[in-house]
């Protein structure tokens, strides 16, 4: 027999996490269902070595207690994935969040019974809850996916995806090591184990421009200032593009003298994590100067710290500038291939060809391994979505609705799936956004509508057809402009997803400070775009 709620949340993440706690506050019936066997999402699955926050901490945490604020203090700069999950469970443990919660709940079918205007939600366990309400708090970077090299089953040995992490850390010491990927995940992975391996070979297709994290422990003095600071912080964090403790350089680049802007470069590089990225000069996305220059500026640091010129030119990117990817932070990851017993693989010059019962076989050479692990990524954006059963009006599928690519009003509602909500689905600033300040502001606006919609006697909510193409057409043009428009081989376009992308951008690129105002100022007017019945 099905239970009934007001509102069901997919998912047990900072957005899960932060929606049951609002939902709560309305006086609603709630159940969270998590795949998960705890709290936490990203924090809970990605617990590989070195895995860590690329946001500063104090700018990462949730915004919405004071005493949370006071009670939990930070140990680094930039928190490691087993502090970020004690924290997720002492938020769990504060607000009483598990009582409302399901764990090993995979959710397989999402069906809307439009005689009674409800949803019906089912897990892989075949468990059955019916909800007015859903919310899908299922990440943006969460729907792992494996390469689809021939031989990946065959492979004799261990072989680990960093999203997929065991509990109990595998031992490295000694071991042959392969790592397939050289994103950010990637990146914390080779620094934190090279110095315990017996060879260390990372397969790379694409280098990127990583640049120092500068983590350093927090004094007690240090946390003190932090938790008396915070709401500066966020405040701060209100008015920056993407919601980091770092902002734009009002001057263009070529404002400034050659000597100046290279000054700078350096001051933003030593100060560390998104500083370079995200406190530059206002045109280092759209000036192909000013990102050839601090790409310039960058391999110059690539060819002093890594002391074989043949493996520092692999490590530094050919194919697209800096900004124009997400930047992974590091520390010692350049040193690390001073080692002799790590090395880098180019693909695009020596594709692999197989995964065999031993190790890896590229184009010119075989390799055996103990060990491979698989930073490859995830089906962005749209995975998690794509991968349940979502069915609306008329029995129509999300996939079938988004055949063409996705399509959504302001990234939070598709037309003809009646209050369903996406947290952190397509077609919202995600990507440039410091994310736990995205998930409580697109948290905060589907509260603020389901309270809406209940208090003034509606059933149901929905985006129309036409505000649909509309906000759809505007993230698509969001980039144009824009030099990450001129790199469409990453996922911020689809094209690293298994079953293939559309070419479209899959975010909006304006600011977040712009899309909250264009959010806000929908709600405001009585949700135009949406449809109330």
């Not at 260390?200 to 007690?220: D, E, G, H, M, S």
């Not at 606006?445 to 389901?450: A, E, L, M, Y």
């Amino acid at each position: 027999m099905s239970q009934k709620f007001d509102v069901i949340i997919i998912g047990a993440g900072v957005s899960g996490m932060y929606a049951l706690y609002r939902v709560r506050e309305l006086g609603l019936s709630v159940k969270v269902f998590e795949a998960g066997s705890g709290v936490g999402g990203t924090w809970y699955w990605n617990r590989y070595p070195g895995a860590r926050f690329d946001s500063e901490s104090y700018s990462y945490q949730y915004s919405f207690s004071q005493e949370l604020i006071e009670e939990w203090s930070w140990s680094e700069k930039f928190a490691g994935q087993p502090e970020i999950e004690r924290y997720l469970n002492f938020v769990a443990d504060k607000f009483d969040l598990r009582r409302d919660m399901q764990f090993n709940s995979r959710i397989d079918h999402v069906h809307f019974d439009e005689a009674a205007r409800e949803w019906t939600v089912t897990t892989a366990a075949g468990d059955e809850a019916r909800a007015r309400f859903v919310i899908c708090a299922t990440g943006l970077l969460s729907a792992t996916q494996f390469p689809d090299y021939p031989g990946v089953h065959d492979f004799k040995g261990m072989s680990l995806h960093s999203s997929r992490w065991p509990k109990e850390d595998p031992d490295f010491t000694g071991k042959r090591v392969a790592i397939i990927g050289s994103g950010p995940t990637a990146v914390q992975i080779l620094q934190t184990i090279a110095p315990k391996v017996g060879d260390l070979k990372i397969f790379q297709r694409t280098a990127n421009w990583c640049t120092p994290l500068r983590n350093a422990p927090f004094t007690p003095g240090e946390q003190a200032e932090m938790r008396e600071k915070a709401g500066e912080i966020f405040e701060l964090c209100k008015r920056t593009f993407a919601a980091f403790i770092h902002d734009m350089d009002p001057r263009n680049g070529l404002e400034v003298s050659r000597e100046e802007r290279f000054a700078k470069y350096q001051e933003l590089y030593d100060r560390g994590g998104f500083a370079l990225w995200l406190g530059n000069y206002m045109d280092v996305f759209t000036n192909r100067v000013i990102a050839d220059e601090i790409s310039e500026f960058l391999a110059g640091k690539i060819r002093q710290r890594v002391k074989d010129p043949v493996k520092a030119e692999k490590l530094i990117p050919k194919n697209h500038p800096y900004g124009t990817k997400r930047p992974p932070g590091e520390k010692n990851y350049y040193e690390a291939f001073n080692q002799d017993n790590v090395d880098v693989v180019d693909l695009r010059a020596t594709p692999i060809k197989r995964i065999t019962a031993t190790g890896i076989e590229t184009s010119d050479a075989s390799y055996e391994f103990d060990i491979i692990i698989y930073c490859t990524g995830f089906q962005s954006l749209t995975g998690e979505l794509m991968r349940i059963d979502i069915q609306g009006e008329g029995g129509k599928t999300l996939q079938q609705h988004w055949a063409n690519g996705p399509k959504t009003n302001l990234g939070v509602q598709f037309s003809g799936f009646p209050n369903l909500f996406a947290v952190m689905g397509p077609h919202n600033p995600g990507t440039f956004c410091n994310i736990t300040r995205c998930v409580e502001s697109n948290t905060d606006w589907i509260v603020r509508c389901i309270r809406y919609v209940t208090e003034h006697g509606y059933k149901t909510i929905q985006a129309t057809p036409e505000a649909e193409e509309a906000w759809t057409k505007r993230c698509h043009e969001s980039v144009k402009g824009m030099l990450i428009d001129e790199m469409r081989d990453s996922w911020f376009f689809g094209n690293n997803n298994r079953d293939g992308g559309t070419g479209q951008y899959l975010m909006y690129a304006g600011s977040v400070p712009s899309y909250r105002e264009l959010f806000n100022g929908v709600a405001d007017r009585g949700y135009e775009g949406f449809e109330l019945r």
